[in-house]
């Protein structure tokens, strides 16, 4: 059994984006996708793009179009001498809220995607079979394979990613459904996000069957 507690600590770049317990912040993406003079700028732009969702995603909040012009701007600040391709600042700054509407998958959710196929593909936890409903079986599944696939005692989910993987009309639900399974014992509630935090919260799985693959 592990004992050491989800702090959600942040030591290199890759981390946030293979660790679904490690926090993810901007200067985080913004080092992620640093170019350099083999840098494809269309390529490298569109993975800032994802980074920049993936940070809305664990904060639970969509920034303002003058947040993300203040974003951009750093991105492009720091990348200013290796960008080709377009026809100037505005040119580029347009392109990036473009992509940004195209992102599906957020930068460093690979391991949430991976979590999720294996819900599907993976035998289900016994703790699932207390729900009725195949979309909360399914949120159970989810959670037991991110707690297995976190390098600490803890995962984060946001309840807007909840929201986009069951394709929910408004996060409140997808938080409902979180709040729910706390309640029901299924998770506890680790370390509380939200906008007072800035992060997700943190969820700890507490029924894990080291049986079940």
Request: aromatic share 12%; net charge neutral.
């Amino acid at each position: 059994m592990k004992t050491n507690v989800c702090t959600g600590s942040f030591q290199g770049v890759n981390e946030p984006f293979g660790n679904p317990s490690a926090p993810l912040t901007l200067s985080a993406v913004l080092k992620a996708t640093e170019m350099d003079r083999e840098s494809i700028t269309n390529k490298s732009l569109f993975t800032f793009a994802r980074g920049i969702y993936a940070l809305e995603l664990t904060n639970n909040t969509d920034f303002t179009v003058p947040q993300l012009n203040g974003i951009f701007d750093q991105w492009y600040n720091l990348n200013g001498d290796y960008l080709s391709g377009h026809r100037g600042y505005d040119d580029l700054r347009f392109d990036f809220f473009d992509k940004l509407k195209k992102v599906r998958v957020p930068l460093g959710h690979d391991f949430v995607e991976a979590a999720w196929s294996k819900a599907f593909s993976a035998p289900m936890p016994p703790e699932a079979e207390r729900f009725r409903q195949e979309e909360l079986k399914r949120l159970v599944a989810l959670c037991y394979q991110l707690q297995m696939a976190s390098s600490e005692d803890c995962f984060y989910l946001s309840c807007r990613y909840v929201q986009d993987l069951f394709k929910l009309r408004h996060a409140n639900v997808g938080a409902r459904w979180l709040r729910g399974l706390v309640r029901d014992g299924v998770l506890e509630e680790v370390i509380k996000g939200g906008p007072h935090t800035n992060k997700a919260t943190r969820y700890k799985y507490m029924f894990p069957n080291e049986g079940l693959t």
